[in-house]
Structure formats: structure tokens, C-alpha cells
């Protein structure tokens, strides 16, 4: 149990176009989706954190108006890279919460975005 | 600020036992995870400490001291298919569930 698949498992796009990537939990609702990107030899960066029903909270340097998140059901939210840069290529990553008692993230297996 | 610092890389020897650090802030301190990442795929969860002490599963271990900061990971009879990033990440807060990752370990098995 606690599958979270993304989809697509990669993309490449031209510069100023938009992306999304979405972040399902397979078989569990998940009340709480975060959304990290990781660079090539980095760590997980934490972008901003959704709740099902309400707005995303980002991290401080996460423009919200560049990077667009809906968590529209306890088991789908989507990003939307919008009008991306070659800076945003990276590798994006959701991760989801159960409802409360447990206490570990499952992690899709990521996005791996280039924007020429 | 909440820093947490695990040694870039670690190469051990294949049946062997390594044990990979972990420190952090402690104020604020609510649980801390041991994450294995292979390249280019999603971080797979080993294991959560948040009382002090010794917690075994199978292979792997991990200890927290809450008092110094402190936590390792310990891999024993290791296997080259062991050879991945070990990322700890720390949970800060009362109710929160936010994770701050730190760098991770690379740890190369060889034979």
C-alpha cells in the first residue's frame, strides 16, 4: 500500500511554454502533498506544501505565480510550471501524507523536466 | 536556521557495516527520517526516530539523541545493491509534517 505515482516521468519543453505534472496517491487519500525539486547532486528542496481544498503554502524563494499548485482532491494535486526557463529544468518530485497517524511521506518517482 | 549535515560521501566494502551521521538543530526538534535514494529515482523511507535510542529493521538501524543533535544510520552486510544516497531529514515543529532534507550521503559499495 501508500503508492503515489507522477505522470509524466519526464518531459522536455520549449523555453516559455507551460508544464504540469501530476501527483496521485494510488490507493490511500492523502490530506497533505508537498512538492520538492531537486538538482543534479542536491537535495530535496522543499517548494511548497498543499492541503485538499485550500492554496498551497510555498517556501520562501518559490514564486507561487511561476509554479502553480491545485490539490482539487484527496488524491490528485497537480504543479504547473508556467512559462518555463532552462533554469527550471530539474528533477520534481511529490511526496503525500495519509490522514493522521502516520507519520511518513511516500514519495512518487519523480519528474524530470528540461526546458531547451 | 535549520541546518542538518551528513558527510558527502563514504565508500565501504561489500558484507561490511558503515554507519552514515547526521546532525541537526535541536530546538523545535519533532522527528527524524533516514531516506534511501538511488539515482534518479524518488527517495524510498528506512526509517523514523523521535525518542531516543536504538531502532532495528533488518539490515538497517538508526539512533537518535535528541539531547546532542545527533543521529546515524547503520547498514550491516552491505550489498553492492546498497550503493545509493542516504538522506536525513528532520521534521521541526509541534503538528507539523513539512520535512527539511539535507544533503545526503553517497555511499559507493565496492566489492
Known amino acids: 500500500g501508500a503508492v503515489v505515482s507522477q505522470h509524466p516521468s519526464w518531459v522536455i519543453c520549449k523555453s516559455g511554454t507551460s508544464v504540469k505534472i501530476e501527483c496521485r496517491s494510488l490507493d490511500f487519500q492523502a490530506t497533505t502533498m508537498f512538492w520538492y525539486r531537486q538538482f543534479p547532486k542536491q537535495s530535496l528542496m522543499l517548494m511548497a506544501t498543499s492541503n485538499e481544498g485550500s492554496k498551497a503554502t510555498y517556501e520562501q524563494g518559490v514564486e507561487k505565480d511561476k509554479f502553480l499548485i491545485n490539490h482539487a482532491s484527496l488524491t490528485l494535486s497537480t504543479l504547473t510550471v508556467t512559462s518555463a526557463h532552462p533554469e527550471d529544468s530539474s528533477f520534481y518530485i511529490c511526496?503525500?501524507?495519509?490522514?493522521?497517524?502516520?507519520?511518513?511521506?511516500?514519495f512518487g518517482p519523480g519528474t524530470r523536466l528540461t526546458v531547451l | 536556521g535549520q541546518n542538518i549535515d551528513q558527510p558527502t560521501e563514504m565508500t565501504a566494502t561489500e558484507g561490511a557495516i558503515v554507519q552514515i551521521n547526521c546532525t541537526y538543530q535541536t530546538s523545535g526538534f519533532n522527528g527524524l527520517f533516514w531516506y534511501q535514494q538511488h539515482a534518479g529515482e524518488a527517495p524510498t523511507f528506512l526509517s523514523y526516530n523521535v525518542l531516543d535510542g536504538l531502532e532495528e529493521k533488518g539490515r538497517f538501524s538508526s539512533f537518535l539523541s535528541r539531547s546532542k543533535g545527533y543521529s546515524y544510520l547503520l547498514l550491516k552486510e552491505l550489498q553492492m545493491k546498497d550503493s545509493a544516497s542516504y538522506l536525513c531529514?528532520?521534521?521541526w515543529g509541534a503538528g507539523s509534517y513539512q520535512l527539511t532534507f539535507g544533503k545526503g550521503t553517497k555511499l559507493s559499495v565496492i566489492p
Open positions: 511526496s503525500a501524507r495519509r490522514l493522521a497517524g502516520v507519520y511518513e511521506q511516500f
Open positions: 531529514a528532520v521534521r
